[in-house]
């Protein structure tokens, strides 16, 4: 049986500091959302790949931009770009980063799953 359940990102049920980012996520019903925060400068080739490995990242995103810009590159070539106001969806194989000198801040939909 399903049950009412709210939690908040000012607690949230585990925080990630990886190298220029900070994950907070919030686990519901089997379900996750993330609070990605990206600083200036930050790029999964430059600051996630040396930990994580592999040539690009291999986590699909689909998530929402709250403040500042997100790039993303397939390893085809095409780009992305998404700003405040976008929901986005990005398959696995790619590079992202942050564009411009303001954070961005976007909620990511369980692809913050992958570590």
């Known amino acids: 049986m399903s049950a009412l359940e ?56 689909f998530g929402y931009v709250l403040s500042g810009q997100i790039g993303a590159r397939m390893n085809d070539g095409t780009e992305l770009t998404a700003s405040p106001g976008d929901v986005f969806s990005i398959p696995a194989g790619h590079d992202g980063w942050t564009i411009g000198d303001e954070p961005c801040v976007m909620l990511d939909f369980g692809g913050a799953l992958g570590k």
């Open 6 to 61: 709210k939690k908040s990102f000012a607690a949230p049920d585990e925080t990630r500091t990886p190298p220029h980012a900070r994950m907070e996520l919030v686990n519901l019903g089997g379900r996750m959302v993330a609070k990605m925060t990206y600083a200036p400068g930050w790029r999964w080739s430059v600051d996630a790949k040396p930990v994580i490995g592999g040539d690009s990242c291999q986590v699909t995103h």
